[in-house]
């Protein structure tokens, strides 16, 4: 029965690490990890799916390995954020404190990633 639930929990994760690639405020690592957590624990043929995923196993793998994000993937994720947030601080409010917020957690998140460690190479 556990292992039935940890497949489960870790393909939901996998699935909001998905929506996470194309939504900015969701992040896809983590969930990503965490689906990794699961089927370590429950499923090694899809742990070793998962790590060898052709768009989702560089995002474990960079983590796990500390060499950092790739830049292409860190110009791609700013890139993505921006246009998000700024799209929804035109089109979907039009209060100012929601703007705020935005653009608080767009400077925040974008602090992180110029923060993070550069791998050099491509994703």
């Given amino acids: 029965m556990k292992k039935h639930i940890y497949i489960a929990l870790a393909s939901i994760f996998i699935g909001f690490g998905v ?3 194309f ?5 896809t690592t983590p969930f990503l990890l ?8 429950s499923s090694y043929k899809r742990l070793r799916w998962l790590l060898n995923n052709k768009h989702l196993g560089p995002y474990i793998r960079s983590y796990l390995s500390k060499e950092g994000i790739p830049l292409r ?3 791609r ?8 947030l700024g799209a929804t601080i035109i089109f979907a409010t ?3 404190l929601i703007r705020l917020i935005l653009v608080a957690i767009g400077i925040g998140v ?14």
Avoid: D, R, V
């Fill in 110 to 123: 974008t602090i992180h990633l110029l923060i993070k460690k550069t791998k050099h190479g491509s994703i």
């Fill in 73 to 75: 993937l860190k110009i």
């Fill in 94 to 96: 039009e209060k100012l």
């Fill in 23 to 27: 939504l900015p405020l969701l992040p």
């Fill in 34 to 41: 965490m689906a990794a957590y699961f089927y370590m624990n």
């Fill in 77 to 84: 994720t700013i890139t993505l954020l921006w246009f998000t």
């Fill in 19 to 21: 929506i996470g690639i």
